[in-house]
């Protein structure tokens, strides 16, 4: 990759892309965003390989269609990651796990009993959780979004986005209960 | 419940999880394939060489050279091989020859020997028939050796030796150089 092509922004590459449909200009968008991308959409997917294959390489056509009429409002990588997580969302319903009530306010999740001598890391914790609460805490938690971008992103309410965040958190306390308990005993 | 329902360690581990995952390799080509066969990528250029006539002269007479330089390499290469199998073959040869005298020479000691032995309850024609026998078969050695050393005065006494041998028999025969060829 020539040293002029990987010191280009974003906008410029994403330029070459729309005005002379540059191989190499969307191989370096790709390079860049891609390694984040795949490791958010795996998470919300709850670390499902293959889905988040199909949702990054959809995700980017989908980018590719629409560069033309980005307004460059966002960064393109939040852009990006917004298409993703709508393309997460649909996989999550295709594959009939996500119950209504998890979009949805006031019920709380019921933590499965964790093995005891099983150690639960953070990680598996979250992949653990119902597919609704996992996504609010990874955009929240580790991505960093807010609720009001949340309730954006996924069409739910800010109070909707709050209670799941509190639900997922006590689910994952008490996944990682046990093996906290067994470390500092 | 906000953020600051996180303890310090809670938003320490959040913090700490990996921000990037190395998506497989194939996944880039797939995703380029897909844009190219929508039209959003160009197709990859073809490669294009200059055409013009000074350009196809030089690269003609870069091949004839090429041609012809790797032609005469490919000539010495074989030719150089070639005489060191003569000569190898030459070694082996002049080897083999030398170990077919020994063996061959032992064979006419021992074919005489055993002569000798059984000369007493032979008869007188058998015998003499060996005897001759013998004697061409040294006159014809002593020609070979000759041949193989000219200079060497041994060979040539030994030649002497046996022709003038050969000319007395003759002549005690009858006064006629007889000559029979007796193979063997």
Do not use: C
Not at chain 1, 104 to 120: C, K, L, M, Q, S
Not at chain 2, 43 to 63: D, F, G, N, Q, V
Not at chain 2, 68 to 86: H, I, N, P, T
Not at chain 2, 95 to 100: G, N, P, R, V
């Amino acid at each position: 990759m020539p040293r002029a092509l990987r010191d280009a922004d974003d906008r410029t590459l994403a330029e070459a892309v729309v005005q002379h449909g540059s191989e190499r200009a969307f191989r370096e968008l790709y390079r860049r965003h891609t390694p984040a991308l795949y490791q958010f959409v795996l998470r919300v997917l709850g670390g499902a390989e293959a889905e988040t294959e199909d949702v990054v390489q959809e995700a980017w056509i989908r980018v590719a269609r629409k560069l033309s009429g980005f307004r460059w409002e966002s960064s393109l990588r939040t852009w990006l990651s917004a298409i993703a997580l709508n393309l997460a969302r649909e996989a999550l319903r295709r594959r009939g796990r996500v119950r209504t009530e998890e979009w949805t306010d006031g019920v709380a999740p019921v933590a499965p009993a964790p093995r005891d001598a099983e150690r639960i890391d953070l990680e598996q914790a979250i992949a653990r959780l119902p597919d609704g609460y996992r996504a609010v805490l990874v955009l929240h938690d580790i991505e960093g979004y807010t609720h009001e971008e949340i309730g954006r992103q996924l069409q739910i309410a800010v109070g909707t986005s709050k209670s799941q965040l509190f639900d997922a958190r006590r689910v994952v306390r008490a996944y990682l209960k046990p093996s906290r308990e067994m470390r500092h005993a | 419940m906000h953020e600051e329902d996180l303890t310090p360690e809670e938003r320490q581990s959040l913090a700490d999880l990996t921000r990037e995952r190395r998506p497989p390799e194939d996944l880039e080509q797939r995703v380029v394939r897909a844009l190219r066969a929508e039209g959003l990528l160009a197709p990859p250029r073809p490669l294009r060489l200059p055409r013009s006539p000074a350009w196809i002269a030089t690269a003609a007479a870069a091949s004839i050279a090429l041609f012809v330089g790797g032609f005469a390499l490919g000539q010495w290469v074989a030719s150089r091989q070639a005489a060191e199998l003569l000569v190898a073959m030459h070694q082996r040869d002049a080897a083999q020859a030398s170990a077919l005298v020994q063996r061959t020479g032992s064979a006419y000691v021992s074919a005489l020997g055993a002569l000798a032995s059984v000369s007493g309850s032979a008869g007188p024609q058998e015998v003499a028939a060996g005897r001759e026998v013998a004697l061409n078969a040294l006159r014809a050695a002593a020609d070979q050796i000759v041949r193989l050393a000219p200079e060497d005065p041994l060979a040539v006494r030994i030649l002497q030796a046996v022709h003038g041998g050969a000319a007395r028999d003759s002549l005690d025969a009858g006064g006629e150089v007889a000559s029979r060829l007796v193979w063997f």
